[in-house]
Structure formats: C-alpha cells, structure tokens
C-alpha cells in the first residue's frame, strides 16, 4: 500500500522530494509563489494549486500526511478562546481547516527554529494547543541539517502531531557528519577573489557546529581602536562577508542572500572563492537532475528558502518505520491477533 500526502507551501519541492523517495505518494500541492511554481511544475510535471485561502478542503483528495513548512505570521489572539480559532486570520488557520476536514494520520510542519519563541512563545503555544484540540499527539524537535548527512548547519524546528500514538524523535536515523570539502564541484567556471580582498585570521578554530570560520572579506570601516588582524571585522560585516573552511560545514543558506555571497576557503590553493549555485543546492541534499529557475537570484532565493532533503527522508522513514500509518481498526486487528496467538 503507497501512503498519500499533500504538499503545503510546497515551494521548489523539497518536502514532495523527501516523501517521494522513501515511497509516499503526492495527491494535492499548493503554493502561491508563482516562480517557485515553475520550478515545481518543471521537475514534477504538475503546477501546484495557488493561494491556500482559496482552497476548499472538502475538495482535496483523501491523504495520510499533510505536509507543511508554513510561513510564520504573527497570530493575532487574546488567548480568550481555544483550539484553532486563536489562529483566525493566519495561514496556519488555513492548514487547521483542512485537518479539520480531512483528519489525516499524521502532520508534519516546519519553520525556522525561533518560532519557538516567536511572541514571547505565545505563537508556538496556540499552534500546539490547536492541534491538540484537533484530537492529535503532537511533538516537536529542533533538527540540524549536519546530523543527516549534510555538510551544512542548518537548524530548523519540526513539529509532528500523529493520531496514533507520539512521533519518537529518538528513533530518527541519523548520519555520520561530513565536510563541505566532499560536496564541491571539481571544475567549472569558479569566481576566486584576489589576496587583497580578503582577510585570513591567525588561528581558526572549528565551533561544536562544525563551522571552521577562517577570515573575511575586507571592507572599508572605520579602523580606529580594533585590534590587530581585525582592521576589516566589523558589526555590520554579517555572514556575506564571513569566510568557512572547506574542512568544517557551511552555515545556513538563507533566502534573503539573492546574490549568492557564500566564500569558501580551499587550503590545499590557498585561495578564497565563492560557492557555486550548484553546491547550494547539493549540500541541501537536491540532486544534479534538479532543474532550477533561469533567474539567478530567484535559484539562491528558493535554495534558501527550501528544506534540507535527507531530513525530510529521515522523517517519513522513520513515520513508516513506527507505524503511524496505522488506523485505530487496523491496530485492533493487530492487538487481537497478538493476543490470539501469545496467550495460548
């Protein structure tokens, strides 16, 4: 049996990718953006549906998993009522209407790990109270991209809410940890910066993250007072100006870096150049047959804003693995026959 779930804020596709590898089957997908709609459509041969508000959820095939990496909006609420009209107004509301309607097995939503104390945690209380009111388990972990296989450090917060019994965090299969020097590309037209451009600092030391920050780019700031071999280092001098080891993990990709300022440094050359669009998406797990959009800053704008893949994998392995799947008939099936046969 091939396990149905529908994609949500589907963006390029990162979500369906990981689902779709470990054997579920997508019905249903919506996303409004219409770049990443193209994307989409390009590499799964169907455009997703468009703006959520507008969806009916009677209308939606039957799923199993409803999948979501929803944007964070602030939640206007007194906290006077209770279950998912707090989040009237919002667009998790939206994602609530139809696990109202439908009453899949399993959710599964992603956002950025500060979500968690978004309002002063407010925001994360009311999403965890909605879906308990809506008759669902729920749990939720902080996951770094690093732990699967990945050489970047990309936290994000997981919340997984399940009919049958608790989603177990501790039975995800995680991978050995690895370095960026194994996920770059071998030839090709690479945008080296010259000696003059950059600063190395003196000793580098690699974080529990696994970043190895080893200088930056020089700018022209007010020098008065630094210290020595900090003349270029800056407060306002942020992750584009910030040069990594290939020895250690990339930090996060974010969306709002739509240029693409991301500088490696490679010790064997000595040399400082920038990472590639292609290694963007290879170390978020996207395969060399992903087609991307034409527009360069709009690929490193989806990238940022995408999942890190074998996490998603991880996830609905380990849904099928502590069968989660199950309905509440098929389990007394089960009890039943376990009791059949061991009580004799």
Known sequence: MKYKFIDLFAGIGGFRKGFEDAGFECVFTSEINEK????????????PYGDITQINPKEIPDFDILLAGFPCQPFSISGKKKGFEDTRGTLFFDICQIIDEKQPSVVVLENVKHLIHHDKKRTFTTILKALN?????????????KDFGLPQNRERIFIIA???????????????????????????????LEKSE???INTPRKQASGLLF????????????????TEHLSRVHRQPNRIYSIDGTHPTIPSQETAGRFFIYIPELGAVRKLTINECYRIMGFDSNFIKHPNTGERYKQIGNSVAIPVIRAIAESIKEQNLLINESQRQIEGDLHSLFFSS
Do not use: M, P
């Open 198 to 200: 950059y600063t190395l």
């Open 133 to 145: 009111n809506l008759g669902y388990n729920v749990t939720h972990k902080i996951l770094n991209a």
């Open 214 to 229: 080893v200088g930056y780019r020089n700018k022209n700031i007010w020098k008065k007072g630094v210290r020595e071999n």
């Open 162 to 192: 399940t009919k049958n019994h608790y989603f177990n965090f501790s039975k995800l299969k995680t991978k050995k940890k690895v370095i960026l020097k194994d996920f770059l590309d071998t030839e090709g037209e690479f945008e080296f």
């Open 36 to 47: 990443c709609q193209e994307v989409y459509s390009t590499n799964f041969g169907e455009k």
